[in-house]
């Protein structure tokens, strides 16, 4: 599929999403967070997808946030409307099967922070900035970014950064547990490809069963957490590759997954 706003490229199993927008540092209009979605919901559905990266064009930014110019047009409820519909592609992206990691290689603020926090894992370059300085324009994030922030960071630091708006840089942002890792800018984009690959050597239904454990899970009470875990754990038992993974190791062999 043709896509305007964002680059796709499948390369080995792995999918690279590019958000390309560089002339507005890859603002977020609604074509774009359209484009993102059907990008994913393809992925979903595709085999040969085993993991994707996200990431941004140009030099300066992994996406700056949502397309301000749009932004100022919104009434309630075209606002109310616009945030949901983002909502939900993020949480689509938060829940997707397979590892979903943001490479950040410049600006993530406002709608980009909140594009990284529903990926998996998050990988900066020493350049990224990352902030979501929407109150510094009379709004507050609306794609997840107050719920997922406080997950992450713990309240005291969420309410910190989304009240000061103050954008941070990658060793902030990994000392606070931000971003996983942070890398120089030319190894961005290869340790975030190292990490991929190596989550797809491993057990497809295990990684999705994991991803569904801690994601879904953590929107659970512990207890009932804990059973959606037992209960994957069950349902991998009955699994070729758990059988594969297991045999592997006692007959001293890499494991041949199949994702079944
Ligand atoms: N939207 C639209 N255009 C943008 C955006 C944006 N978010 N960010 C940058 N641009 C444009 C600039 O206007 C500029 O365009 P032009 O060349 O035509 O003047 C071009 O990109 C380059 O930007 P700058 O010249 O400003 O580049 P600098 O290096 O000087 O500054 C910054 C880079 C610091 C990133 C600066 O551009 C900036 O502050 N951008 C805005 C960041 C921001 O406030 N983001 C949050 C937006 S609000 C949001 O994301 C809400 C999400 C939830 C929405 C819920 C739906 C209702």
Redesign the pocket.
Known sequence: MAYENIKTNLREGLLIVTIDRP???N??NAETVQEIYEAFSKARDDENVKAVIVTGGGE??FV??????E?AQ?TPIT?KE??ER?QAVLSFIERFPKPVIAAING?A????C?LALACHIRIASEKA?IGL??V??G?I???G?TQRMARLLGKGKALELICTGD?IGAADAERIGLVNKVVPADQLMSVAEEMARKMMSRGPLAIRAAIEAVIRGGEMPFEEGQFLEATLFGLLCASDDTKEGMNAFLEKRPARFKGR
């Open positions: 002339k507005v540092l603002a977020l300066k930014a700056a946030g949502a397309d301000i110019n932004l919104k606002g616009t945030s983002g600006f603020l406002g709608g980009g909140e900035q300085p929407e510094t324009l709004i994030p609306g794609y970014g954008r």
